[in-house]
Every structure is written in C-alpha cells, then in structure tokens.
Nanobody, 125 residues
Framework: QVQLVESGGGLVQAGGSLRLSCSAS????????MGWFRQAPGKEREFVATIVWTGGRTYYADFVKGRFTISRDNAKNTVYLQMNSLAPKHRAVYYC??????????????????WGPGTQVTVAS
C-alpha cells in the first residue's frame, strides 16, 4: 500500500521560505510521477509542480514564476517543494500526490492515484 505523508508546513512571514517534504513508502517509486497541489479555502485543488521520479523532468504552474522548486531524493524516497518569497496568496493546504507508471510530468489531478493528507501553509502579511 502506497503512503504519502507531507510535512514542513506552518506559519511564515511574507517574503519568507518553507520547504515541504513528502515522504513516500510502500513500493519503489522509480515508475512514478510525483506532484504537489494546493487548495485554498473555498477554491478547487490546483496544480503547483510535478516531477518524474526517474530522470527528474519537472513542470510548474505559471503562478510559481520561479519561486518554487520541486526535487526528489531517491535514497530517502522523499519529494520536496522549496517555496521562496512567499506571499499571503500562497496560503493553502498543500498536497503531495503520486501517479503510477505515468513517466511524464502531469498537471491533471485526476491522473494521480495516491494522495497525502496535506500540510497547511499560512503566510502572514
């Protein structure tokens, strides 16, 4: 059974940084595409960033604008989302997701098979 657990969220001042982590367990993730999504209050869950585990290809949402970086650590089975220059508009619950045998960057949340419970990010102005 695949399990994803996010961590690293919290409260940060505007202009600050956070690094989210997604610890993945249950199987080898070499055949997976991993993604980060976010959901703000009253809004739909939206794509943030994605990475193909093997090869490391990445793709970002337009609003990221170079502020966020997705990466993975093969040895730790962990995916990261480094978020810099945070603003109040980035406040949301951030979710990690995994898509089996996708082998390509994915921005469509319906393509993902597994989800973590999410971690709250709050940015104070």
């Amino acid at each position: 059974q695949v399990q994803l657990v996010e961590s690293g969220g919290g409260l940060v001042q505007a202009g600050g940084s956070l690094r989210l982590s997604c610890s993945a367990s249950g199987r080898s993730f070499s055949s997976y595409t991993m993604g980060w999504f976010r959901q703000a209050p009253g809004k739909e869950r939206e794509f943030v960033a994605t990475i193909v585990w093997t090869g490391g290809r990445t793709y970002y949402a337009d609003f990221v604008k170079g502020r966020f970086t997705i990466s993975r650590d093969n040895a730790k089975n962990t995916v990261y989302l480094q978020m810099n220059s945070l603003a109040p508009k980035h406040r949301a619950v951030y979710y990690c997701a995994a898509a089996y045998q996708a082998m390509m960057p994915l921005r469509d949340r319906t393509r993902y098979d597994y989800w973590g419970p999410g971690t709250q990010v709050t940015v104070a102005s």
